[in-house]
């Protein structure tokens, strides 16, 4: 298109939005106005409670079955109620408070009543245990925490303050427990009415703080303000494809950023209707059977999810409704996005982003994804690849996925991690932000993963990304998992290995490993080819189900260690 022409966009996103789209309704560039001034919780929360009362915001499914038909208004006077207990219990703008609670319905109501206070959340998995805690009040000077009454995070919190005792106040949800605040109990007494204070945080105040997955070193705190939501509307409009009459279903635990990317921010800006199902352990069926139930019109899972949903019978289940896929959190191998295409008629739209950045590279609406890569950079970030000398990659040639920053920072990128000044320059610096993730582009603008930097691996001269052999492998049908990663080698210096889970029912003989390496030696280059294969039962992975491929590396290495004293 010879001009761009900026447009607001429909609905209650039209007040912060502006768009310019080409002929075909391909998004190509995008722009904030009074964002300054947002904060998502009274300019788009009560607004809907307000402009839509009772269209359903959430339709909840707890794990004994319960549906609960929320609606916008309820969301409004819950997390107004929410607001004045929490004020009560001492929280107050710019504490920071922990979240811990799965995928309950209070989990709504408590974050965006601190987001009326102006508290920072800080949502966190179910799954950490006392030194994680720990460690994490002690990071990030929690100032108090709310937590689900389920299993044993209680128990791990209350081990955890006996060395912490900064905590003002302690919330359960579900249940009563001496020395806790029950939400569940107390929250109904409160005023459902909570007006924006003329100190009300909003723009560049902090709102969020994530804990990083931690797939190389201990957790990180990347730290988001409240322009972060709006760096979402992409990610739900153009990426998701919601739709305001339909209903959007996203796997992810509230603990987890990616809750955030497809559970409340950008499908409530695009005024669709969020489905939550509360359940403890994941089974294929479950998960098919509620798309089929409740018609589900747009979905995204982790690759992780789709590896299961692929072995499963899918023409068993009629998934008529389901007009979008999507993916995200690591990279999908190619095998699954064809075995999903052919069970479904759905092409997987492939996205990447970070616990620091919202959506930034994705097959966007308009887009024709190609198996194996993550899309093409969204229109809200300046992407360049780098090489580690700071110059800019050739077509085809394998850098680093790098943020240019100089010219403003978009809405969704962090604004640092939080009390670690070094840490932010170590990948902020010189007008660029540096993600430590490696792709390279084609020739028409598509990127492909590549891998981590510290998992690229060098053998015999070459630089070897982890990826593309995962992909070769994964094409096995007795492979349900690999990871690749570099083993010590006196020769070259690293040698491949790839580390496998069998598909159940499989056994892991000698006669496989041959199998498998004459495959390789057929399908492979010499260069990038393994030179040890060996099978796990299960891959290290992050509480966020990334694989850590670190792990195996520094078992390998240190065991060459061992050896070479020896």
């Known amino acids: 298109m010879s001009e761009l022409i900026m447009k607001p ?3 209650i996103a039209g007040k912060f939005i502006l768009t310019a789209k080409d002929e075909e309704g391909r998004l190509q560039k995008i722009e904030f106005i009074n964002d300054d001034n947002f904060n998502f919780a009274y300019d788009v929360v009560d607004v809907l409670g307000k402009k839509m009362p009772d269209k359903t915001a959430m339709l909840h499914i707890a794990k004994d ?3 609960r038909h929320i609606s916008f208004r309820d969301m409004m006077i819950y997390s107004s109620k929410a607001a004045n207990y929490f004020q009560y219990l001492g929280i107050k703008k710019g504490d920071r408070v922990m979240l811990v609670l799965k995928r309950h319905y209070q989990f709504w109501f408590a974050i965006i009543a601190l987001h009326k206070i102006g508290a920072i959340a800080i949502p966190a998995t179910n ?4 030194k994680d805690f720990e460690y994490r009040f002690k990071a990030g ?6 937590a689900t009454s389920d299993g044993k995070v209680v128990r ?4 955890a303050i006996k060395n912490y005792d900064g905590l003002k106040a302690k919330v359960l949800v579900g249940g009563v427990k001496k020395g806790w605040n029950s939400f569940n109990r107390d929250v109904k007494y409160f005023s ?3 007006k924006r204070p003329s100190h009300a945080a909003c723009g560049n105040d902090p709102m969020l703080m994530f804990f990083t997955s931690g797939t190389t070193s201990y957790p990180k705190i990347a730290t988001h303000s409240y322009k972060y939501p709006l760096g979402h509307y992409i990610t739900a409009k153009y990426w998701h494809q919601v739709d305001p009459d339909g209903i959007h279903f996203a796997i992810s635990d509230t603990g987890w950023g990616k809750a955030l990317w497809g559970k409340l921010y950008g499908q409530w800006l695009c005024e669709a209707t969020i489905f939550t199902y509360d359940y403890d352990e994941f ?3 479950e998960i098919l059977t509620m798309l089929e139930k409740y018609k589900i019109t747009t979905f995204c899972a982790p690759p992780t999810v789709y590896r299961v949903l692929v072995h499963m019978k899918l023409d068993n289940y009629d998934l008529s409704a389901l007009k979008n896929a999507t993916t995200a959190g690591e990279a999908l191998n190619p095998e699954i996005y064809h075995k999903f295409y052919q069970g479904t008629g759905l092409k997987i739209m492939e996205g990447f982003g970070q616990t620091e950045t919202t959506l930034i590279i994705g097959n966007l609406i308009g887009t024709t994804p190609r198996p194996g890569s993550m899309g093409k950079p969204s229109p809200l970030y300046d992407i360049q690849i780098m090489r580690p000398d700071g110059s800019f990659c050739q077509t085809g040639e394998v850098g680093e996925i790098t943020i240019k920053t100089d010219a403003g920072i978009p809405n969704g990128l962090f604004m640092g991690y939080y009390l670690d000044e070094e840490k932010t320059n170590s ?5 660029y932000y540096h993600t430590g993730d490696t792709a390279y582009m084609d020739e028409d603008g598509y990127l492909w993963y590549v891998g981590r930097v510290d998992d690229i691996i060098k053998s015999a001269g070459y630089r070897v990304g982890p990826f593309e052999i995962e992909n070769e492998i994964m094409k096995l049908p007795y492979v349900l998992e690999c990871a690749v990663t570099s083993i010590p080698d006196t020769i070259r210096g690293q040698a491949i290995k790839a580390t496998i889970v069998l598909t159940e029912g499989t056994e892991g003989t000698d006669a496989l490993k041959k199998e498998i390496m004459k495959y390789l030696r057929s399908n492979i280059a010499s260069y990038k080819r393994p030179k040890v294969v060996e099978f796990a039962k299960e891959l290290p992975k992050t509480t966020s189900g990334k694989v850590r491929r670190v792990e195996i590396k520094e078992q390998d290495w240190n065991k060459g260690e061992e050896n070479n004293e020896e």
């Open 127 to 130: 799954l950490l245990v006392k």
């Open 156 to 159: 791990e919190i209350d081990r």
């Open 65 to 67: 079955g319960r549906e």
């Open 141 to 146: 000077r929690v100032d108090a925490v709310i």
């Open 427 to 431: 990948v902020w610096h010189d007008g």
């Open 283 to 285: 089974f294929a069926k």
């Open 192 to 194: 459902s009415e909570f």
């Open 9 to 11: 966009e429909d609905g």
